[in-house]
């Protein structure tokens, strides 16, 4: 078992920067991949970034050159560095982890989400 939780959303300008944090405890182990997903009214929760336990990142087309993924091992904390802010960024922002299965496939746990406004 996995338990993520968020934090760092808020209101900010167009613009503007904001750092989201993901602090993960459990069976932290066996996680192959962490990452951040969005979901704002009326649309469908997409990928943002996400980060690999070998090492290796994946961005949305949106995001890239705006948004960069990191990790830290000794605090199990991931982060999102959202520069350049745009109000269509605006959403809910979820922490999540996904772990291998030998049988079974992957897995993925879900912080509860942490709300980003980007205003005008």
């Known amino acids: 078992q996995v338990q993520l939780v968020e934090s760092g959303g808020g209101l900010v300008q167009a613009g503007g920067s904001l750092r989201l944090s993901c602090a993960a405890s459990?069976?932290?182990?066996?996680?192959?991949?962490m990452g951040w997903y969005r979901q704002a009214p009326g649309k469908q929760r997409e990928l943002v970034a996400a980060?690999?336990?070998?090492?290796?990142?994946n961005y949305a087309d949106s995001v890239k050159g705006r948004f960069a993924i990191s990790r830290d091992n000794v605090k199990n904390t991931i982060y999102l560095q959202m520069n350049s802010l745009k109000p269509e960024d605006t959403a809910v922002y979820y922490c999540?982890?996904?772990?291998?299965?030998?049988?079974?496939?992957?897995?993925?746990?879900w912080g509860q989400g942490t709300q980003v406004t980007v205003s005008s």
């Open positions: 999540n982890a996904r772990v291998y299965r030998t049988v079974g496939g992957t897995y993925d746990y």
């Open positions: 459990g069976t932290i182990f066996t996680v192959s991949s």
């Open positions: 980060i690999a336990k070998v090492g290796n990142t």
